[in-house]
């Protein structure tokens, strides 16, 4: 393939837009079958397309359109690979959405009726470990990578002890735990009105997620609205910790994008434990603070801003591993993490 497509370029990439399930009225019900439809055709037309082709990946499907995908992938003879994404939560999750357990149904219906030679391929060994223990995939049918990060690295900033900045990456949601946040910064705005300290929301507000007016959380989006990405990325040098107040229900098997752009950026993490952030340090190390909730969080910003001279030392070696530790999501490393798994089986 590489010899035949050597000199392809200007390619196009289209993000993939899922449709959410339908609710009750019919205007809403038409356009989400006309998409799904649409779905079942490109999904056919790939395996005509592929028909010489020995193995063929499908990168991101709807929850609906994997379905579909791997009833064709049954009837031929194809190794076929799927990439699951963030809808695995669906089968672990507790609390969710009449149509999210709809989905999540369907994922379990659907690595319950795996082709012989499909394989799935997940990001990360959370993942794998919880389709295993649930008997849901085999392990031999299980391909696992890290969440592949793509861009030139940029350069790392010192830390601005005279005023430490906590950053909120990405959107405030109810779901990231963000109200948290928020009442973290206003349990300690004293220390944010002598000029010691900074909170930050690198992102905009969900619709409907309520902020106090008299907040001292700087919302660095304008008019609610996406920051952009230049911006973005001179926002998050600025921060000297990303802070993340994730429960043990979300973001657990569903990778976050914000997460991902605090390693990317080089930012120590302050968060609560929860899997996905204990797997994280368990393969960095000393790559920032893992606390056991609101109270312990408090008291840890608390010595931050007074200079703690035991944290603050830490500050070093704790970047320099989430630097390291970004190695293991670079592309050229997820692409040699899947190359090895693929040529073992």
């Known amino acids: 393939m590489e010899k035949r497509n050597g000199n392809i370029s200007n390619i196009r990439y289209e993000g993939y837009q899922e449709l959410p399930l339908p609710e009750k009225k019919l205007a809403k019900v038409l356009p989400w079958i006309r998409k799904k439809l649409g779905d079942i055709l490109f999904i056919r037309k790939v395996y005509s397309r592929v028909a010489s082709e020995s193995s063929v990946f499908f990168t991101c499907l709807s929850t609906t359109s994997l379905y579909y995908a791997n009833y064709k992938a049954r009837r031929g003879n194809k190794e076929v690979f799927f990439v699951l994404h963030g809808e695995v939560e669906f089968l672990f999750k507790k609390e969710l959405r009449l149509a999210d357990k709809i989905k999540g149904k369907l994922y379990r219906r659907l690595l319950s009726k795996l082709g012989k030679r499909t394989k799935v391929i997940v990001l990360s060994e959370i993942v794998k470990e919880a389709l295993v223990k649930d008997n849901l995939v085999r392990p031999e049918q299980i391909v696992t990578i890290e969440h592949p990060l793509v861009g030139q690295v940029p350069e790392r900033h ?10 909120h990456l990405g959107v405030a949601m109810s779901k990231k735990g963000s109200s948290c946040f928020f009442e973290m910064a206003a349990r300690l705005s004293q220390a944010a009105a002598l000029g010691r300290a900074e909170f930050h929301l690198v992102g905009r507000v969900e619709d409907g997620f309520i902020v106090e007016q008299n907040t001292p959380v700087k919302i660095l989006s304008k008019n609610n609205k996406s920051i952009e990405e230049l911006d973005y990325a ?12 994730f429960d ?82 670079l592309i050229k490393n997820v692409e040699n993490q899947l190359h090895k798994q693929l040529s073992d089986n």
């Open 158 to 167: 010192p830390l601005n002890v005279d005023k430490l900045i906590f950053g």
């Open 234 to 245: 001179n926002f998050i040098r600025d921060v000297d910790y990303a802070v993340f107040t």
């Open 248 to 329: 043990s229900d979300n973001y657990v098997f569903r990778v976050s994008g914000s997460l991902m752009d605090a390693l990317f950026y080089g930012k120590p993490i302050i968060a609560f434990k929860q899997p996905y952030f204990q797997y994280l340090f368990d393969k960095g190390g000393n790559i920032g603070f893992l606390c056991e909730g609101p109270e312990e969080m408090k008291v840890l910003l608390e010595r931050l801003i007074n200079k703690d001279e035991e944290l603050i030392a830490q500050y070093k070696e704790q970047a320099k591993n989430v630097h390291l530790l970004l190695e293991r999501f």
